[in-house]
């Protein structure tokens, strides 16, 4: 994989009475199938991955997963056999209607289904051992990508034209990528990750990988994870009318939602320059859509 080139920032116009300045990152124009995050991610896992002489990458994640698509996508690219546990049996009924399980078989990925009972023991070392029973040698990947060499990708998400922002926001999943962030973050600037999960070890699980305290964690799961309601759609829809930028309905949508309302309430001091990160997901907007049909709820644009 070679190093993306410098992504843009671009300003979103805030109401001058707010008293702060805006823009995003937008990292999900690194590549068209590993965008954002996962691209940082993965960067120096498949590099570690040709070191090391494996011909196989296995990992894990949900059925509309952008882990298991940009996973998939990478073995496509670079000559890797791919292969997928994903979280759920029931889901290889409706495997052909899914729009990331498609593109993931479509590059070439096996996909493996387990009960979600059994995913809990995905991190067991003897978990892994039936694995390699199953499938011979192959280097693990975590579910959402998270490990140090994840973490070293998505410490070189900030550059140099940075520097001029006190506040980084981001969205959460694992923690990797929020955790590069706080490691990269010059000692000025905070670090804010707005997560996605109900997760209670989420926080420890980022401090395994950070030393610095320049960071804070809220909530912005929007009822919970993967889910929607009709204020985030509008949202959504609107912002992508209003500044040309689509948001992905599980990640930084939900960032993004949070980070005006608060803006909006006055959260943060006059004159605070705020970057916000987009980190992709957007292969999510079609399941998410698929998932839409199905209710009475109204589509993402």
């Excluded at 952008?66 to 889901?91: D, L, P, Q, S, W």
């Excluded at 493996?112 to 694995?131: C, G, M, T």
């Excluded at 499938?135 to 998270?146: A, D, I, V």
């Amino acid at each position: 994989m070679n190093r993306p080139l410098e992504t843009i920032n671009q300003k979103i116009p805030i109401d001058p009475k707010f008293g702060v300045s805006l823009s995003i990152k937008r990292d999900d124009l690194i590549d068209t199938e590993i965008s954002g995050n996962k691209f940082r991610k993965l960067f120096y896992n498949i590099r570690e991955a040709r070191a090391q002489h494996h011909q196989t990458i296995l990992t894990f994640g949900g059925a509309f997963s952008n882990h298991i698509a940009a996973v998939a996508a990478c073995g496509h690219r670079y000559g890797f056999k791919t292969i997928g546990i994903i979280r759920g049996e029931e889901v290889k009924f409706f495997e052909q209607d899914n729009p990331t399980l498609r593109f993931a078989k479509k590059m070439g990925m096996e996909l493996f289904y387990i009960s979600r009972s059994n995913y809990k023991n995905k991190e067991d070392v003897n978990f892994s051992e039936d694995l390699k029973a199953i499938f011979g040698k192959f280097m693990l990947l975590p579910e959402g990508g998270t490990n140090d060499l994840a973490v070293k990708g998505c410490e070189e998400i900030l550059s140099a034209k940075d520097q001029t922002f006190d506040l980084i926001c981001c969205s959460v999943g694992t923690g990797g990528t929020l955790a590069g962030l706080i490691n990269s973050a010059k000692p000025h600037q905070r670090v804010v990750g707005y997560s996605s999960v109900k997760d209670p070890d989420l926080k420890r699980g980022i401090c395994r990988f950070v030393t610095h305290n320049n960071w804070d964690l809220f909530q912005a799961d929007c009822g919970g994870y993967g889910k929607v309601d009709p204020s985030l759609i509008e949202f959504i829809n609107g912002f992508k009318t209003s500044f040309n930028i689509p948001l992905d309905p599980v990640y930084t949508g939900k960032m993004m939602y949070h980070l005006m309302r608060q803006i909006e309430q006055g959260v943060f001091p006059k004159g605070t320059n705020i970057l916000a990160i987009h980190t992709g997901g957007l292969q999510g907007v079609a399941g998410m859509n698929w998932r839409l049909k199905q209710t009475d709820l109204p589509q993402l644009i």
